[in-house]
């Protein structure tokens, strides 16, 4: 290929990663809970960080640097995944209950206590008292 068309790849590659990037930021401050939090950098994780890389692999150009950079990008998109489902699954088991919205029965609608969505019920369903201020 052309340098042109190469260098417009990349930059796409990048792009798009750097877009990635910051929406799975800002659902890691604006989302409720533990479980959608876990879900945005999950999500921001297995396809920013491939992109990202795939972006310096168009740069490079075919060497031993492109092949350890491919290497990595299989090892993120077998890890990430996995390491976000045992993190969520751990937390469902260890009793942390997702936020269901402010029509469901786990959460009020606000979020701004620290409580990440557990609330009250939550603290009880747990055994800690009234003040108790540790977070799960």
Request: aromatic fraction near 6%; proline fraction near 4%.
């Amino acid at each position: 290929m052309t340098p042109l068309v190469v260098e417009l790849v990349s930059d796409l590659f990048f792009i798009a990663g750097g877009f990635l990037c910051v929406t799975g930021g800002v659902g890691l401050l604006r989302f409720p809970d533990f479980f959608t939090r876990i879900h945005a950098s999950g999500v921001t994780e297995t396809l920013a960080a491939p992109l990202l890389l795939g972006g310096v692999m168009c740069r490079t150009g075919w060497s031993l640097d492109t092949a350890k950079l491919l290497l990595v990008i299989i090892f993120l998109l077998a890890t990430n995944p996995t390491a976000a489902h045992a993190m969520a699954r751990a937390a469902l088991q260890g009793g942390l209950k997702p936020w269901l919205g402010a029509a469901g029965e786990e959460g009020n609608g606000e979020q701004g206590n620290g409580e990440q969505g557990n609330g009250e019920q939550g603290r009880r369903d747990a055994g800690e008292g009234e003040g108790s201020s540790s977070l799960r």
